[in-house]
């Protein structure tokens, strides 16, 4: 494995954690804000880094054609089973974001839940956007959710814990390097006794990066909002959420 999130037993042991039944509900109400924040009016959506689909399947839910694609397996999978058992249509693609482009496709992209900034190479974060921007028919906006520098500086800890009802303990080992744009951690499960460690590593973005970045990569009417609300990337913002639009 050359990157960190290639380990698959890193997404099943982590998946309790980072996808619980809240989060799904949390992706429902999202989807609204979503729309509005975008501007979107109808079209294909493209959901990159889908993982278990939380939004691809709210989004089905509203008859909407969208297109999941997810470079894990196991979180893919986790996705279908879901889409099944609700009876809902979405395309599911198994393939690296680095890769998946599909030309004046969609109408919508979006990379939610802090899933953009994986890469060990910088320039693999360009080159997303370029293939987003590729796969966007003219008009069409991308969306991009993730925690911005700033507020990251604002509530660093270095260390943090979590206890599932099940006992299963999680402790977190954060580090920020190379001048405040990489983050670095390492995540301990402790389950049944057990231990197993990962490192997990992800670039960092300032709200102004993260507009530079964009138009680097062809969007226009670039603007950053500090929530899905849209309410300003300020003091009190608790996301950064990034959206481009590709001309018409």
Same mark, same amino acid.
């Given at each position: 494995m050359d990157e960190w999130f290639e380990d698959e037993e890193f997404w099943k042991e982590m998946y309790p954690f980072m996808f619980p039944e809240e989060s799904f509900r949390l992706a429902e109400d999202q989807i609204e804000k979503v729309f509005t924040l975008a501007g979107y009016q109808g079209g294909a959506v493209l959901d990159l880094c889908s993982g278990p689909g939380r939004h691809s399947l709210a989004l089905a839910k509203r008859g909407i054609q969208v297109t999941a694609v997810d470079r894990t397996e196991f979180l893919l999978n986790k996705a279908k089973e879901e889409a099944t058992r609700l #009876?809902?249509?979405?395309?599911?693609?198994? *393939?690296?974001?680095?890769? &998946?482009?599909?030309?004046?496709?969609? @109408? =919508?992209? =979006?990379?939610?839940?802090?899933?953009? $900034?994986? &890469?060990? #190479?910088?320039? #693999?974060?360009?080159?997303?956007? +370029? *293939?987003?921007?590729?796969?966007?028919?003219?008009?069409?906006?991308?969306? %991009?959710?993730?925690?911005?520098?700033?507020?990251?500086?604002?509530?660093?800890?270095?260390?943090? &814990? *979590?206890?599932?009802?099940d006992g299963t303990l999680l402790f977190q080992c954060h580090e920020i390097s190379e001048d405040w744009t990489r983050a670095q951690s390492e995540w301990v499960l402790v389950k049944e006794g057990i231990a197993k460690s990962f490192k997990v590593r992800t670039r960092l973005y300032s709200g102004q990066e993260?507009? #530079?970045?964009? +138009?680097? @990569? $062809?969007?226009?009417?670039?603007?950053?909002?500090?929530?899905?609300?849209? !309410?300003?990337? $300020? %003091? !009190? @913002?608790?996301? =950064?959420?990034?959206?481009g639009r590709k001309p018409s």
């Open positions: #009876d809902l249509k979405i395309e599911f693609v198994l *393939n690296d974001m680095r890769q &998946f482009v599909r030309s004046r496709g969609f @109408a =919508l992209v =979006l990379s939610m839940y802090t899933s953009f $900034g994986y &890469f060990d #190479d910088k320039d #693999d974060d360009l080159r997303v956007l +370029q *293939n987003a921007y590729e796969s966007l028919e003219p008009g069409g906006a991308i969306l %991009i959710d993730t925690l911005g520098k700033e507020l990251l500086a604002k509530k660093y800890q270095p260390t943090s &814990f *979590n206890r599932m009802t993260m507009k #530079d970045l964009l +138009q680097k @990569a $062809g969007f226009d009417e670039v603007k950053v909002f500090g929530d899905m609300d849209g !309410n300003e990337y $300020g %003091i !009190n @913002a608790t996301r =950064l959420i990034a959206i």
